[in-house]
């Protein structure tokens, strides 16, 4: 787990926490970007006025860099430092998979609140750079945007005081974890057990059979231990 209780600290993880590690070298600044998304209107006889709308999201940028080796000033244990490309190789990897990763960063008063920040973000971009006199580090610049997860809602429609009112299932908890691509089957596995378990939806079986080139014929006779590729969830 992270140690959200260490102050000066900053971590980035991918996967609800199933891949994660400290940033070894904390930047020099770190800004928090977040604009305004307020519009002006021409009114006749009343002249120019603006609105007030929610801010847009919050950004997060910084520079810093990737040591070749461990000095006082790493902020992890020497045996929890990477090789500077393992953290370029992570950050490009979870790039590439379209999920967002979970940022935390925890100011000077560890033990406050207000000093930590937990957010799902995307990356929009990431620079790397070698320096002279600094052999074997990685610079490198990251632009973090925050993520809102968001998913279509179930109406339920419900009597009230003898009348139809339309409610809203309430919000369930942001899923962080990446589904699988594949899936091994067991013994007991059956297409639309597959596509129940790993799609949440047991009518798309037909759609892992065409994936995987199944034939109707062996549907009912499906070898154990055959890893089958699975559509997106």
Known sequence: MVE?????????????????????????????????????????????IGTIENPELMEINFESFFPASWAPFVSVAPDKLLRPYEYVDYINKWWKTKYPV????????????????SLPMSIVSFEVWEEGGSPGDIFYSLKLKEYVFYSAKRITAVQQDGQTVLRAEPPKRPDERVPPTTYTLKPGDSLIKVARMQLGNSGRWREIQQLNGITDSEVRRLQIGRVLQLPPK
């Open 4 to 48: 959200q209780t260490k102050p000066f600290s900053m971590y980035l993880s991918w996967n609800n926490q199933a891949e994660g590690w400290h940033f070894p070298v904390l930047p020099a600044k770190i800004s928090f970007p977040r604009k305004g998304a307020g519009k002006d209107y021409d009114i006749i006889k009343k002249g120019r």
């Open 102 to 117: 979970r940022f935390i960063y925890v100011g000077s008063d560890a033990f406050n609140n207000k000093s930590k920040l």
